[in-house]
């Protein structure tokens, strides 16, 4: 059985650092080289972050940032602002489906 | 600029059925995968359905198999997710979305349409 595990939640304040973790505890997953993470507002779609673990596409913040060390990846939210306050979700894939992590919950105090 | 907007969701109930689509604009629908992915009420992403460009290729998470059936009409730009046999466990918000690659690259989602919800309840 494939699974990404996140923290429920996270927080931190206006202008810190925080990082979420996802973690693979399966073996399924084809490369978790490819992971990629998504930020949800609440109502809103999930919009696309990070994709292949660190890449940032055209008009994302460089405040966000992804790593990956062995089974473990990560998003670094650096200078946190009040819109950062939102669930984040990590993905990746094996060869016939797609896997979420069960979403971490971002609060800035 | 990548758009999809979804449509057909509504009140159902358990046992019923229910058609989704979902409209692309902006790309070449017929060059990419396409997926269904849905979100209970409070609770977190769930990939459902996907399928390959020329329709050749399609998945389906364990708890939709032999109920739901994802197709597509490459010539109008529209993706589809036909759902019976609806219960109350199918009830949330349904997106669909782009599955995008890149050669040497992954895979990843984006864009994410806006979504369209599903409610199954007597």
């Known amino acids: 059985q494939s699974a990404l595990t996140q923290p429920a939640s996270v927080s931190g304040s206006p202008g810190q650092s925080i990082t979420i973790s996802c973690t693979e505890t399966?073996?399924?997953?084809?490369?978790?080289?490819?992971v990629s993470w998504y930020q949800q507002h609440p109502g809103k779609a999930p919009k696309l972050l990070i994709y292949d673990v660190s890449e940032r596409p055209s008009g994302v913040s460089v405040r966000f940032s992804g790593s990956k060390s062995v089974k473990t990846a990560s998003l670094t939210i650096s200078g946190l602002q009040s819109e950062d306050e939102a669930d984040y979700y990590c993905?990746?894939?094996?060869?016939?489906?797609?896997?979420f992590g069960g979403g971490t919950k971002l609060t800035v105090l | 600029e990548a758009q999809l907007v979804e449509s057909g969701g509504g009140l159902v109930k358990p046992g019923e059925s229910l058609r989704l689509s979902c409209a692309a604009s902006?790309?070449?629908?017929?060059?990419?995968?396409m997926n269904w992915v849905r979100q209970a009420p409070g609770k977190g992403l769930e990939w459902v359905s996907s399928?390959?460009?020329?329709?050749?290729?399609?998945f389906y998470t364990d708890s939709v198999k032999g109920r739901f059936t994802i197709s597509r009409d490459n010539a109008k730009n529209s993706l589809n997710l036909q759902m019976d046999s609806l219960r109350a466990e199918d009830t949330g918000v349904y997106y669909c979305?782009?599955?995008?690659?890149?050669?040497?690259?992954?895979?990843?989602?984006?864009?994410w349409g806006q979504g369209t919800l599903v409610i199954v309840s007597s």
């Open positions: 399928i390959s460009a020329s329709s050749s290729y399609i």
């Open positions: 979305a782009r599955e995008h690659t890149a050669a040497g690259s992954g895979r990843w989602f984006d864009p």
């Open positions: 902006g790309f070449t629908f017929s060059s990419y995968i």
């Open positions: 399966s073996s399924d997953i084809d490369d978790y080289n490819f």
């Open positions: 993905a990746s894939y094996t060869s016939t489906s797609w896997v």
